[in-house]
């Protein structure tokens, strides 16, 4: 194949965000997904309403009669942990050649990321989704090396529920303006040393409320005795069709585990999907988190996609240099 031409930008002009829409929407449409995961797609949607993000980058790989025929997105991992994060879209034309378009745009993230070769730069950590061959082979060919693979699990609603562990679990919805200290308290000691839900802040916590699809009643709370000790955070994904439910975000309280609050959590989450006129619920999970897979095994979950993380860590040698546009 001959070589797209490869342009790093900070600033993608007009003509060049209509192309790389075109590709997103492409390969959204291929997939039955969107073609970005939620952090880079909310960095790429800062960039297009002219917010300055800082060490936001955009590759193109441009053929000469096909257009855009692959896009890497890179910008500061923020709430999801140190260093940067990228993801990867190839053009559904261009699936035959997907490990070397990759590999192409994936040289020149870490080049503009991280700097010349030998110099010991951020980590960066790649995700990509529904992954196959291509993706390991062109991840490693960058100096990644596999983190988590993370499992897409879906289940028809009405789950077999079965009767709650914890009676005495008070179920609440959340209330904006004030729950938001003691939800993040929680959450992140929750998910201690967890690469993207274990920072967060009020801030990060309030980007969320603002989102367009943010409902408090989906946030469902725990209480014992009055004491947050976990939540379950639902969302609805209104472009399928039909609609499907996830389980957005589950934490609970280290001193609780193994006493029956998560599957309380779960089922009430589960419960508020079939309340909303869901048919089907959806969640990840790590794919080493054996006791969870077990709960939701029990309750008709199904794998149905795999998704993956790489990580280069700081200091890795560096790749080729592409010069910024």
């Known amino acids: ?122 980590p960066v950590r790649l995700w990509a989704h529904d992954v196959g061959p291509a993706d390991d082979e062109a991840a490693a060919s960058c100096g990644f090396e596999v983190e988590r693979t993370l499992l897409q699990l879906r289940a028809p609603l009405p789950a077999p529920l079965g009767a709650r562990v914890r009676a005495d679990l008070q179920i609440r919805p959340f209330r904006p303006g004030a729950d938001e200290d003691a939800w993040v308290a929680v959450n992140n000691r929750a998910f201690t040393g967890h690469p993207e ?56 309280d280290p001193d609780t585990h193994g006493t029956g609050v998560g599957r309380a959590l779960v089922l009430a989450g589960l419960e508020r999907m079939e309340r909303s006129g869901l048919r089907t619920a959806m969640l990840y999970v790590d794919a080493a988190n054996e006791p969870a897979l077990r709960l939701y095994r029990s309750l008709g979950f199904r794998t149905v996609r795999v998704d993956r993380s790489y990580l280069r860590e700081a200091g890795a040698p560096g790749e080729t240099v592409i010069p910024r546009a």
Not at 206 to 212: A, D, F, H, K, T
Not at 225 to 233: D, E, I, K, T, Y
Not at 242 to 248: A, L, S
Request: with cysteine; hydrophobic share 45%; net charge negative.
């Open 1 to 122: 194949m001959a070589l797209p031409t490869v342009t790093v930008s900070e600033r993608l002009d007009p003509r060049a965000r209509a192309a790389v829409a075109r590709l997103l929407e492409a390969v959204a449409a291929s997939r039955g997904r969107p073609a970005l995961g939620e952090h880079v797609a909310r960095l790429l949607a800062r960039h297009d309403a002219g917010d300055a993000v800082a060490g936001f980058r955009v590759v193109t790989a441009v053929a000469p009669s096909d257009g855009v025929e692959a896009v890497a997105v890179a910008g500061p991992a923020d709430g999801n942990g140190p260093g940067s994060v990228v993801e990867v879209a190839v053009a559904p034309a261009a699936e035959a050649h997907r490990a070397d378009l990759e590999t192409l745009v994936l040289d020149a993230v870490v080049a503009t990321v991280v700097g010349s070769p030998g110099t010991a730069g951020p």
């Open 197 to 252: 839900q274990g920072s967060w802040t009020r801030a990060t916590l309030l980007e969320r409320e603002r989102e367009p699809w943010f409902d408090p009643d989906d946030l469902v709370l725990g209480e014992l005795a009055g004491r947050l000790v976990g939540s379950c955070w639902t969302k609805v994904h209104r472009e399928e069709d039909p609609p499907v439910g996830e389980i957005y975000a589950i934490g609970v």
